[in-house]
C-alpha cells in the first residue's frame, strides 16, 4: 500500500517568516494530494489540494508543489501569521479511494 | 452551511463492549469516509461509503463495520473494544471521490 513520510515533525518560525512542509509517497498511482490543517480539538481543514497532472498550485499564501517523477510534494506558507499555527498533514489518494496520511508537522509562528 | 456533524462528541466505554458511532454529511454529499486518529498520528483511514455503498477499506479487522443510510448518513460500529480503540474518530463528506471535508470528531475513550 501507500506510505506517506512528512517532515518536520515540528517548526518553529518568526511570524512574517516562510515555512515549508515536505512529503514523499511511494505509490506512483497516487493521483490526488490534500493538505490539512488541524487546531486542537478540531477535525482537519482542507486547506489546498493538488492533482497529479498539475505542478504547482497557490491560494493567496499558500502553495503546493508536486514533482511526480521524485514522488514528493511541499505546502508552503508565506508571511506566516501566528494564526496559522497548528498541525498540519499531508495526505495522497491512492487506489480503491484509500487516503493516506502524513504524521504532521507542528508548525508554531512565534510573534 | 451546515458542515460534517458528529455524535456524540465524547464516548467512555469499557473493553469488551460495542459503540456506535454517527455522522451527517454536508448537504448535498453523497460520500462519507470514516477515520481513526490516535493522539499524535496522522488520521488512518477505514471505509469509504458512496451512494450507500462500500467503496472502499483500510486496513481495519472486522470488528469494525459500517454503514449509510439513505439520508447519506453513515454510522461507524466497533465491537468488542480494546484499550487500542481509543482515539477521534473522524467523518469525512464529500461531493466526488476527492475534496473531502471533516467533522470535529468523536472522542472515544476505552477503560
Known amino acids: 500500500g501507500e506510505n506517506v513520510e512528512q517532515h518536520p515533525s515540528t517548526l518553529s518560525v518568526q511570524e512574517g517568516d516562510s515555512a515549508v512542509i515536505k512529503c514523499t509517497y511511494s505509490d506512483s498511482a497516487s493521483n490526488y494530494f490534500p493538505w490539512y490543517k488541524q487546531e486542537l480539538g478540531k477535525g482537519p481543514q482542507l486547506i489546498i489540494d493538488i492533482r497529479s497532472n498539475v505542478g504547482e498550485k497557490k491560494d493567496q499564501r499558500i502553495a503546493v508543489t508536486l514533482n511526480k517523477t521524485a514522488k514528493h510534494f511541499s505546502l508552503h506558507i508565506t508571511e506566516t501569521q501566528p494564526e496559522d499555527s497548528a498541525v498540519y498533514f499531508c495526505?495522497?489518494?491512492?487506489?480503491?479511494?484509500?487516503?493516506?496520511f502524513g504524521s504532521g508537522t507542528k508548525l508554531n509562528v512565534k510573534p | 452551511d451546515a458542515g460534517v456533524t458528529q455524535s456524540p462528541t465524547h464516548l467512555i466505554k469499557t473493553r469488551g463492549q460495542q459503540v456506535t458511532l454517527r455522522c451527517s454529511p454536508i448537504s448535498g454529499h453523497k460520500s462519507v469516509s470514516w477515520y481513526q486518529q490516535v493522539l499524535g498520528q496522522g488520521p488512518q483511514f477505514i471505509f469509504q461509503?458512496?451512494?450507500?455503498?462500500?467503496?472502499g477499506r483500510g486496513n481495519f479487522p472486522d470488528r469494525f463495520s459500517a454503514r449509510q443510510f439513505p439520508n447519506y448518513s453513515s454510522e461507524l460500529n466497533v465491537n468488542a473494544l480494546l484499550l487500542g480503540d481509543s482515539a477521534l474518530y473522524l467523518c469525512a463528506s464529500s461531493l466526488s471521490y476527492n475534496e473531502q471535508f471533516f467533522g470535529p470528531g468523536t472522542r472515544l475513550t476505552v477503560l
Open positions: 495526505a495522497a489518494k491512492g487506489n480503491f479511494n484509500k487516503f493516506y
Open positions: 461509503y458512496y451512494e450507500k455503498e462500500e467503496r
